[in-house]
């Protein structure tokens, strides 16, 4: 049973560009969240979505950022017009329905670098 | 407001014992997670509680006290290897994870 899946693992941007950060999650996960980590700091919400619905994305910014979990295929965290302070690690996590052992699955992160 | 306090950084002897403390207030509990993340890698779970009292797990062990918005993790026997963060976050009434800012905790010879 795979676990959860992120790629690119490494992901260099010009100032500007486009980021696109993709998860699969772990088989029978339907919940996906997406977190923010800078360096020597905690984990930062960015955005909860179940298949097709974005159930929260408090933690997102308004402007430059969206996510999406199609009924096919992997979540999708997209940066538009990347700005050097975008630079971070993204995790992404997965869990089975919130209940009973509903702890989160995290994938290995993609580094985002902003020149 | 929600909230997670752990210390920032701790430091500690190989084959020692180490307690890593917790507080939070959070809207609605649906349980405890210690998660441990090594540096530059993701984070990976390590215990849940949602009763009150000590889970043993191997080395590590998690106390909860609800009444008193509490938790710990204890680690016996410290290896070089245990130098990671350890990351506290609590389950609110929707099952979203509030974390804490982690513990970094540094293993001396």
């Known amino acids: 049973n795979a676990g959860v899946m992120q790629n690119p693992r490494h992901l260099v941007r010009r100032r500007g560009q486009e980021a696109r950060l993709r998860c699969s999650p772990m088989k029978g996960h339907s919940h996906v969240y997406w977190y923010r980590q800078l360096p020597e700091e905690g984990l930062k919400f960015m955005v909860y979505l179940q298949k097709e619905n974005i159930i929260d994305e408090s933690g997102m910014p308004k402007e430059r950022f969206s996510a999406e979990f199609p009924k096919e295929g992997p979540s999708i965290l997209r940066i538009q017009q990347v700005v050097r302070g975008d630079s971070a690690a993204y995790f992404c996590a997965s869990s089975p329905q919130p209940g009973t052992g509903y702890e989160q699955y995290f994938g290995p992160g993609t580094r985002l670098t902003v020149t | 407001g929600q909230n997670i306090d752990q210390p920032t950084e701790m430091t500690a002897t190989e084959g020692a014992i180490v307690q890593i403390n917790c507080t939070y207030q959070?809207?609605?509990?649906?349980?405890l997670f210690w998660y441990q993340q090594h540096a530059g890698e993701a984070p990976t779970f390590l215990s849940y509680?949602?009763l009150d009292g000590l889970e043993e797990k191997g080395r590590f062990s998690s106390f909860l006290s609800r009444s008193k918005g509490y938790s710990y993790l204890l680690l016996k026997e410290l290896q070089m290897k245990d130098s990671a963060s350890y990351l506290c976050a609590v389950g609110d009434s929707n099952y979203q994870l509030i974390w804490g800012a982690g513990t970094k905790l540094i293993i001396k010879p």
């Open positions: 959070t809207s609605g509990f649906n349980g």
């Open positions: 509680n949602v």
